[in-house]
């Protein structure tokens, strides 16, 4: 490898269960340290990245880089995040990919890699950048479980599948159930308001009444 053609090298640490980035600016000779860990919450040890430098150095020297004297006057300095994090120390990964996907050196001013300084819109932000990395590396060409990965995701598919076509039948079921106990429920009701109405007294025609209104029709003819 040239690293000639290249003008950032980022080394992921990983150190005292904490992952940050010491990132290297080759064009504009600089050394950064990356870390979402607010400095006084940090683990990350100065030792570790004075090591990083001596065998940078040397591997510099060994393969004869045009910037290798300027380089070796470069020390670590660690970068002040506004995203930076207090008592958060399992998302440390999710920052570091995402840092290492977003970083593009000291010269770009104002650097945002999409982090919100509201905490509750932090979380969701993980979260997503979370489910994104894990698919990219469970589906990478390089995973020899790839294909594996992918049955079993098919499985889990159909499985879920055939679940939800259980629970609408059962919704279902349920729903003509609920609608026959309706029924049921309102035809002792109906009987009663026809027992009711039966029950309720006719209004009765006298004879007689009947006889005068004959005699009228027959006088009237």
Not at 51 to 61: G, H, R, S
Request: net charge positive; with cysteine.
């Amino acid at each position: 490898m040239n690293l000639a053609e290249y003008t950032i090298v980022i080394f992921p640490i990983f150190e005292n269960k904490h992952f940050y980035l010491i990132c290297y600016d080759l064009k504009n000779l600089d050394c950064s340290v990356i870390d979402n860990m607010w400095v006084d919450q940090t683990v990350a040890e100065e030792a570790t990245q004075l090591k990083v430098k001596i065998i940078f150095d040397k591997y510099l020297e060994e393969v004869n880089h045009p910037k290798r004297i300027q380089i070796q006057q470069v020390f670590p300095r660690r970068l002040n995040l506004s995203w930076a994090v207090r008592g958060n120390k399992v998302d440390c990964g999710v920052y570091a990919i995402r840092h290492m996907e977003t970083y593009m050196g000291v010269t770009s001013d104002k650097w945002q890699c999409g982090f919100p300084n509201e905490p509750r819109k932090i979380k969701g932000k993980l979260n997503l950048l979370r489910k994104k990395y894990a698919a990219a590396l469970l589906l990478s060409k390089t995973n020899i479980n790839r294909d594996k990965i992918l049955e079993a995701a098919n499985e889990l598919k159909k499985k879920k599948k055939k679940l939800n076509e259980e629970d609408k039948m059962e919704r279902k079921k349920k729903e003509e159930m609920q609608q026959r106990t309706s029924k049921i429920r309102e035809t002792p009701r109906k009987k009663k308001q026809e027992i009711k109405r039966r029950m309720l007294p006719r209004k009765r025609i006298h004879m007689s009444t009947v006889k005068k209104a004959l005699q009228k029709t027959k006088k009237k003819q």
